[in-house]
């Protein structure tokens, strides 16, 4: 009999898979456990339901509460299921008949209660949800230390903590000096109970000891929890555990204000092994990176962020890379480069800037040319559209992305599956999860998300290396009930959709409605058609992919469509619903900005920077003044802060946002424009993170920065807005300067 050579878990997959599960509870209790413990929460899940199902009248009532304890557990980490729903349905699974979660006495039941409730309030903001948080890990500390050895105590002090910085963000300090009082009793109360029962060697394990460091911790005690995290490293913890205790303790430093102590960090350190770079991403959290939509302008601008945040160091940081559109078209090319080096180059050896600089001279190289129009260029692409049923301009763009931009990466021609782009970094055996390998690494490995918007039910796509579909997060199924296309991995996927390419994710990221037809998915979901439209539909900006990627540091690069002022809107049917569609953009661009903001007031997102084509402008107000009055002196032309002329930066963002030629100064203006701004925001606004500046970084856009005062700079860039005849008028223009 051949011998059998997977992992335990990949054989506990494999019989669930194939209706293979042992028939007993017990035996289905042991393979979620094993489950569990690998992160396969969709599965433990399932195997979870599946024990309670087989319950039967005579069955330990003890194995029947555990069994829903982990079957909720299970749930609400279970990165398949809607956030909110999830976790709602987790309240429901533990709030049995028979043990009602508002009477239950059972610490282990409180304790994942409270842990949902504050999920919640990572999720939405609500005060009530941390309050509730708070009263369930509360009830189960009131039974004493000796009841969990403190865990529910523990995190109660925590909660105490961010309720205390929420009140005092939010609206002064309230009762946070109530709530850091309290925290602190009971830290004390279990800094005595554990001191005294880890006298003895034998009640060591890794919780507890972790347990008394926390509470050590949160008293100011560095030393003594130095001491016991040392303790808990010794006693042989999974690296999820000492993860998620070091970003907790990092959390409880940060609340504190004491996270640049040298003290507090050389006890974490004792946990972690004396990793810098374990540590630093402890306490700065999970940086994302957005690349806004705007046609081959916003990829252009996001040259020039990307330039700087290589100069800065901050590129090697980023753990999330979400694009929309034209982001999206220069977001999958510099993904290419990136995982190109990652696999080449040992990490900590790999230069950010050098991979920017030759993502910048190819794709401008690429865009010199007029890639919209090339699609009916070729006659043979020409013959197949009009020949081949389902072969569009949309599919046929999607073939030029791969045989212009990221064929030449890889070295190969014809269509790129998706499913080929996972990264495997130099030197790490074995396959990499980004989640939960990345928090150690000097150079983070990104998740590339590329995001469409689906025509049948309004929600976001997702294309990414390992999957498709709609995500798990941000529909409110209180107003939104449109069904949820649920994400499928490609080796799930039937053909031909299991190799899925990043020219088509791309294509349908950046499908114009109106201009190219929507991108088809058939056989996919039982009686769908699925159509893609263009991800700046949803979210132009590409943010709430960050949020459900749970980043808590955010750069936004938002070169998108800004709408514009007019002193007379065009009134026709067609002038107005285009003008109507502006508005509703901005506003929805207006809604997301608030929610950053509000979620970085309540500590919920820790830095933002926000960095797009109109920031700094002088936005104006216009007065009524009675006929004959004075008219106000027009003020001379300013700069932005960042160093480029009001007049400039207008024009820049009034630059056409579609996928036709760019001149070379067209192009080096807006990486120009990119890269100081990020230069002059993101080292104030992303401060937890080490920026430091290249030595000797030179680009070929500096040459601009000499001419941002010409007059021939502002026309040609004004030129740049008129959608039509643009190649006339630049040639009368060189005629006239000729002239002249």
Known sequence: MPQDHRSPVDRAIAQLEGGETPASPADLARLGDELKRARAFPYAQRIFALARERLGAGDDPALATRLRQQHALCTYKNPEVISEEGLREAICILDDPGDALTTTSDPETLGIAGAIHKRLWEIDGRERHLEQSLDFYRRAWQQGPEVDDGYTGINAAFVHDLLAETEEGDSGPGDAAGHREKAQRIRERIRDHLEQKLQDPAAK??????????????????????????????????????????????????????????????????????DPEALTTAFAGKLGLALSGGGFRASLFHIGVLAKLAELDLLRHVEVLSCVSGGSILGAHYYLVLRRELERRPDGKIDYVEIVREVARDFVAAVASDVRNSVIKSPTAVVKLLAKPGYTRSVRIAELYEERIYGPVLGREGPIPLRDLRVSPHGHGGAFHPRRDNWRRHGKVP?????????????????????MGEPTAHIDESIDRNERLRRMYYDEAPAPHSSASLGGAVAASACVPGIFRPLVLKGLYPGKTVRLVDGGVR???????????????????????????????????????????????????SILYRELSARQRSSRLRELSFLHLKRDLDAGTVDWKQPGAASTPTAAPKSTPYGVPEPVQAALAAIRTDLDAFSETEAQALILSGYLQAGKYVPQEIRSLPARQAAGASWPF??????????????????????????PRRLLGKVRDWLS
């Not at 042989?236 to 430093?253: G, K, N, Y």
């Not at 070169?559 to 002038?575: N, V």
């Not at 860039?717 to 008129?722: A, F, I, K, P």
Request: with cysteine; net charge negative; aromatic share 6%.
């Open 702 to 727: 500096l040459a601009l920065r000499s001419q941002l005062t010409s007059p021939d700079l502002l026309r040609e860039l004004r030129l740049g807005s008129r959608r039509f005849f643009r190649g």
């Open 447 to 467: 998740v590339l998300v590329l995001n469409a918007t689906t025509l049948n039910t309004g929600h976001t796509w997702q294309y990414t290396s390992t999957f």
């Open 539 to 589: 979210d132009n900006q590409g943010v709430l992919t960050l949020l459900e990627q749970d980043c808590n540091a955010m750069i936004v690069s938002d070169a998108s469509g800004q709408m514009d002022s007019q002193d007379d809107p065009k009134w026709a049917a067609l002038g107005v619903s285009l003008r109507s569609n502006s508005i509703l953009q901005s506003t929805i661009r």
């Open 205 to 274: 394990d890794y919780w507890s000891t972790a347990t008394l460091a926390e509470a050590h911790l949160g008293l100011g005690d560095y030393a003594r929890a130095g001491s016991w995290l040392a303790e808990a490293a010794r006693c042989d913890p999974e690296e999820w555990m000492v993860e998620t205790t070091a970003r907790q303790l990092a959390s409880i430093l940060r609340i504190r204000g004491a996270e640049a102590d040298a003290r507090a960090k050389d006890a974490l350190q004792k946990l972690i092994g004396g």
